[in-house]
């Protein structure tokens, strides 16, 4: 089976940075896309970023360009989000999911769009 669990949220000042881990287990890992989306309460879930097979960024939201960093160590099996700078929207749970189609590339900014999805990891910025 297939398992993604995400870790790394928790409690953060506005300004401060967590970096959350994808850990995958039950598939080749390296030809997988990963994406991280996330929920706020009350509130849709949305895609956040991607990262390719090769290693290709795709930011599905604008605000989160230029201080979310998405990374993947394939011999770990694991993808990183280093998100700096938090601001309370960014308050969610966060969620990684990978895509088994599309040969490798993020696919688009959409849930249905991806097939395997972890528990999500609760990221809460509040001072």
């Known amino acids: 089976d297939v398992q993604l669990q995400a870790s790394g949220g928790g409690l953060v000042q506005p300004g401060g940075s967590l970096r959350l881990s994808c850990v995958a287990s039950g598939l080749t890992f390296e030809d997988y896309p990963i994406g991280w989306f996330r929920q706020a309460p009350g509130q849709k879930r949305e895609a956040v970023i991607c990262?390719?097979?090769?290693?290709?960024?795709?930011y599905y939201k604008d605000s989160v360009k230029d201080r979310f960093t998405i990374s993947r160590d394939n011999a770990m099996k694991t993808v990183y989000l280093q998100m700096n700078n938090l601001k309370p929207e960014d308050t969610a749970v966060y969620y990684c999911a990978a895509d088994r189609e599309g040969w490798g590339m993020c696919p688009g900014p959409v849930t249905y769009e991806y097939d395997y999805w972890g528990q999500g990891t609760l990221v809460t910025v509040s001072s």
């Open positions: 990262i390719s097979n090769r290693d290709y960024t795709t």
